[in-house]
């Protein structure tokens, strides 16, 4: 085996363990548990973002649109219709899945920086609806009153609602899947059609890929997973709230992954880890956390473009 | 019939009349050369033979079918490849995995997810015939960009081939390359002509390549064609030579 | 029900003379050097702060004429030591730094001014109706839209008829060429970016008199502003004015009937037009 995958092996198993052991070591670091649920949900939104960004070179700036749609999805299918987890996860993203088909297939032959725009357009319309639609959604004050569902499945009880650790099992159980499923796509014949859009359009369209067609398609798994952690999020919160459709939240989703490296199948998980922690950090030091924060994203693009992984690769 | 029916096309840019009413026909396993002076409205033209620009007027047969209509990538899958004046390439990508997306697009896997083993073997043998064949096999493993001009030239023709084309459109393939690195291209491309019987249309500017290999050459000036002939007969013609201003052709 | 349908497009027009001149000034940005600021409110939100700390020193009118070139400058600064390292770069990276330079500017503004409204007192001679008929004509409003439509008028006269507005628009469709004919690109980026933040600032001190003075006032705006850009299609500046305007109005009539759907209406345009007319009503054919 070559030395470069060894090293690559090494790597995963050590990023699993980790994640697999967060309960148990989290303490010890100064942290609490729910905040290791948080920063695996919102990698599993950047990694999402990132199989477009990252692997098709797709500029997107608008995936908190389908983060909290799938958010308000099961947070309203659960407070509304019928308080059942798995439904509700499973009502937010289609919802998700549906909204991306549709407006896929209308921006999808814009590129580069007009297609950021209209994602940016597109993502504000639904914060918009979550904010004025007051009476079902709760507006500015959010979704709440409602709660995540222990799952029955008849044999087994899986209490999410009352444990901290269960439920991040649970999530972890969900991003354990969500990226086998995102890395054996990229592994792929059609993953390969996606790196060749990302490295040379023209020459991938001169090659006989349909272009728009493929980008379309990675469109939508990109966002048929940012809806899932979407899901995730409001389940760990108990809450949803139209912060989560603000384009603000779309650009978090894009420093982590280029804090963490957009080369890198590991480097939203890096980059989502790093953010969430200084995050936490530095609004509970100072009342001017959001100038930091600024700070922190113009000193990450100026200097570490590449994302500590592509440093990291570098040496 | 002829593999390539060019029926009249036109192209105008804004007031710019870059292709006058051409026509040609490319017979299975010719080799085309189109000529001209810089500005003539070569490239333009190979642009609406590939699907980049479409014609204002005229026609694209190809194999019998009317592609006037249809993408660059539909003309692909109908039988066409082509090479840019400049190499393009995926040059952060190996060697070995250029060729292996076009290997697989033609093999119809572009939208798998996976593949059983025996598909994966084919791939794996085509895309080693095309390395064999080219003598690329001894750079597999670099990234495209780090190879000479004319192995990334040589990198960019492979991955047309890889397409299985009918119809093979190189423009201009030795473009700002040195003698020998000309020479190794122009013995590339008459492997092709002779071992894969494809046919291919070559615009070029150095006239001994297209002496030696072309079966017939066209002339095209101010986007209309001036000649049209077997190469003694184009090099003879005071037509053309007026038209390069005297520029050394023999 | 004429007059109330009046005051309502005439609110809008106000609103769209807003959204023009916020979105001009990005659509100038955005066609010289392919950046999207998003840091375009906060430079508004600077404009309407600077004329409040300068009213008290030179009146209204000094604070109105020096507000906006202290924005400017302060543009200036931002492409010279920031911007600037970037524009050989993929167009992500500009963009998030233009993000996070949203984040230091709206916050930066609750640092040194507060995070409480602030009064904005303008000149009494302006507020007055000046028609009985039509209430809603105070003068202010009316001086906003004159004020607005003479900036618009004054940016075309510059584009078209100065060597250094000639410059700018031979840039946006030919940077190279531009640069080869011996023209120093850096400066006319700075510049072009420069007169972006100056409108973003004359637009922060108009609103900072209706809307009344806090950090956030710019957020608002800068939405509308891009989707004026989509809809009047991307490199055109003709194109940005007519989609602000119309939004504007769409906006303001939509109130009458609708009210709760006023601000939907802006993306519902939006994606008529690019249903129907993907690249904007003005936008170039083939522009990506």
């Known amino acids: ?14 990023v699993w363990l980790l994640l697999l052991t967060m309960p148990f070591w989290i303490g010890a670091v100064g942290g609490y548990i729910q905040l290791g649920t948080l920063v695996v949900v919102m990698a599993l939104a950047a990694t999402a973002l990132n199989f477009l960004i990252g692997f098709t070179g797709i ?257 | 019939m002829s593999l390539l029916e060019v029926e009249n096309v036109t192209k105008r840019f804004g007031s ?40 204002d007027a005229g026609r694209i047969v190809l194999d019998g079918h009317d592609v006037t209509g249809l993408s660059p990538a539909r003309r692909v899958w109908r039988g066409l490849a082509r090479t840019f004046q400049i190499t393009e390439v995926f040059p952060r990508l190996t060697v070995g995995e250029n060729l292996q997306i076009p290997v697989e697009v033609a093999a119809g896997f572009r939208l798998r997810i996976g593949l059983s083993g025996a598909e994966r073997l084919k791939v794996r043998e085509r895309a080693d015939e095309l390395l064999e064949w080219s003598g690329l096999a001894r750079n597999v493993g670099r990234a495209v960009g780090e190879l000479s001009h004319g192995d990334q030239r040589t990198v960019e023709i492979m991955m047309a081939l890889a397409l299985n084309p009918r119809l093979l459109l190189l423009d201009e393939p030795t473009a ?75 | 029900m004429t007059e109330l349908i009046l005051y309502n497009v005439f609110n809008g027009l106000i609103i769209g003379a807003f959204y023009a001149l916020m979105a001009l000034g990005l659509s100038l940005i955005l066609n010289l050097s392919g950046v999207i600021n998003f840091a375009h409110g906060g430079f508004l939100a600077f404009g309407a702060y600077f004329a409040y700390s300068l009213a008290p020193y030179f009146g209204f009118w000094g604070a109105l004429a020096a507000a906006p070139v202290l924005t400017a400058l302060l543009g200036f600064l931002v492409e010279r030591l920031l911007i600037r390292r970037l524009y050989g770069r993929d167009p992500l990276y500009s963009l998030l730094l233009t993000f996070g330079l949203a984040f230091m500017l709206q916050d930066g503004a609750r640092i040194v001014w507060g995070s409480e409204t602030l009064p904005f007192s303008v000149p009494g001679s302006l507020n007055n109706a000046l028609s009985a008929e039509y209430f809603f004509l105070t003068g202010y409003r009316v001086f906003m839209v004159a004020l607005a439509t003479a900036t618009v008028a004054a940016l075309f006269a510059v584009l078209r008829w100065t060597r250094i507005g000639m410059r700018i628009r031979a840039g946006v469709v030919d940077l190279e060429t531009v640069s080869a004919l011996g023209v120093n690109i850096g400066r006319l980026r700075s510049f072009n970016f420069a007169l972006g933040i100056f409108l973003a600032g004359l637009a922060g001190v108009l609103a900072a008199g209706m809307l009344g003075l806090q950090p956030t006032i710019g957020n608002d705006l800068i939405m509308p502003s891009f989707v004026a850009i989509i809809i009047g299609g991307l490199g055109s500046l003709p194109g940005t004015l007519v989609g602000g305007l119309l939004i504007g109005v769409a906006s303001g009539v939509t109130t009458v009937f609708f009210p709760s759907a006023s601000e939907a209406v802006i993306y519902v345009l939006m994606a008529l037009v690019l249903l129907v007319r993907p690249r904007g009503l003005f936008g170039e054919e083939g522009r990506q």
């Open chain 1, 59 to 315: 500029m997107s700036f608008g995936h908190a649109a389908f983060f909290g749609l799938g958010g308000y999805g099961a947070g309203l299918t659960i407070k509304y219709l019928v308080p059942n987890t798995l439904l509700g996860m499973a009502v937010g993203v289609v919802t998700a899945i549906v909204a991306a088909a549709i407006i896929g297939k209308l921006i999808v032959h814009l590129r580069g920086i007009y297609f950021a725009m209209v994602t940016i357009a597109f993502g504000q319309i639904f914060y918009f609806i979550a904010f004025r639609w007051n009476n079902v959604t709760g507006g500015d004050d959010g979704l709440s009153n409602w709660h995540r569902m222990p799952i029955h499945l008849g044999f087994i009880n899986i209490d999410i609602l009352d444990s901290a650790v269960t439920f991040y099992y649970f999530v972890l159980f969900f991003f354990a899947l969500s990226l086998a499923a995102m890395a054996w796509a990229l592994r792929s014949p059609f993953g390969r059609t996606l790196l060749a859009i990302r490295e040379n359009e023209r020459r991938a369209r001169y090659l006989g890929i349909p272009v728009d067609n493929h980008i379309w398609l990675s469109w939508l798994i990109s966002c048929t997973f940012a809806g899932l952690a979407g899901t995730l999020y409001v389940l760990l919160n108990n809450f949803a709230d139209p912060h989560q459709l603000h384009w603000e939240q779309s650009g978090e989703f894009v420093i982590m992954a280029v804090l963490g490296g957009m080369r890198s199948f590991w480097g939203p998980l890096v980059g989502a880890t790093i953010f969430i922690v200084l995050q936490n950090y530095v609004s509970s030091m100072t009342e001017n956390w959001m100038s930091f924060i600024g700070l922190f994203f113009v000193v990450i693009v100026l200097f570490f473009p590449d994302g500590v992984l592509g440093i990291l690769r570098k040496a």
């Open chain 1, 1 to 14: 085996m070559k030395p470069e995958r060894s090293w690559k092996l090494a790597a995963d198993a050590l």
């Open chain 2, 16 to 55: 710019l009349l870059a292709v006058d009413s051409v026509s040609m026909s490319v017979d299975s396993g010719e080799l085309r050369a189109v000529i001209g002076p810089n500005g003539a409205g070569k490239t333009t033209f190979f642009n609406l033979i590939s699907g980049f620009v479409r014609p």
């Open chain 2, 176 to 250: 700002g390359m040195g003698e020998r690195e000309t020479y190794e291209i122009a013995q590339l491309i008459r492997r092709l002509h002779r071992e894969k019987g494809l046919a291919i249309v070559l615009i070029e500017h150095d006239m001994r390549l297209v002496l030696r290999m072309a079966d017939r050459v066209m002339v095209l000036d101010r986007g209309a064609v001036l000649a049209n002939g077997a190469p003694a007969e184009i090099v003879a013609n005071e037509m053309v030579q007026a038209a390069y201003l005297g520029k050394a052709i023999a």
